[in-house]
């Protein structure tokens, strides 16, 4: 299920451990929108949604005692808005759920069978996962490893177990995975 949840009003923060993901990701972190690097961005969202992000040295131990949620916030949507960020995580309290933020699908999907290309896939039916993911502290403390820095992988294997909502992320907090994204993201959140 996909729901719109952005609402750019500013709300109290509700508190938060953060994880920007960059591990897996190449040399496209370190990419520069307005003058600075994508995961420096990201950074930054996080901090603005009063998220306290913790080093990825910090064992997981200690993360499932803090009692807090956990937002993981991957650096290739590095302009997703804070406030977007902190109202997945007053979501993923309330309701204790796992929060994922997506973007509608706007390629053409196409079904390949037997090395041919087939039929259009209904991109109705499609999201693609974007940032933020927040896990609720009652799914923290489940988790012994670790989560995935994949967020495909992570929501999959979370969607067998917890409850799932996704949510509908703004156009800025857009997922780039090329030079030409990121000049596009660039201009679309030119102020």
């Not at 857009?174 to 102020?191: F, I, K, M, N, Y």
Request: charged letters at 25%; a negative charge; aromatic letters at 2%.
């Amino acid at each position: 299920m996909t729901e719109t949840l952005y609402d750019p009003v500013d709300h109290e923060a509700a508190p938060a451990l953060g994880v920007v993901l960059d591990e897996d990701r190449g040399s496209l972190p370190y990419s520069l929108i307005h003058g600075e690097a994508l995961v420096a961005c990201a950074a930054w969202a996080l901090g603005d949604a009063e998220v306290q992000a913790i080093d990825v040295g910090i064992s997981w131990d200690a993360v499932r005692r803090a009692g807090e949620p956990v937002v993981l916030h991957d650096c290739l949507c590095p302009m997703t808005p804070a406030d977007f960020i902190a109202e997945c995580v007053r979501r993923s309290l309330a309701d204790d759920v796992v929060v994922v933020g997506t973007r509608p699908v706007t390629d053409t999907v196409k079904v390949i069978a037997t090395g041919l290309v087939g039929d259009t896939v209904d991109r109705d039916g499609l999201v693609m996962i974007a940032s933020p993911v927040v896990l609720p502290p009652s799914v923290v403390v489940t988790m012994t490893d670790r989560p995935s820095n994949d967020l495909s992988v992570l929501v999959a294997e979370l969607a067998r177990s917890h409850r799932v909502v996704q949510v509908t992320a703004p156009a800025e907090a857009r997922r780039v995975s090329s030079p030409e994204d990121v000049l596009v993201l660039e201009a679309l959140t030119r102020t």
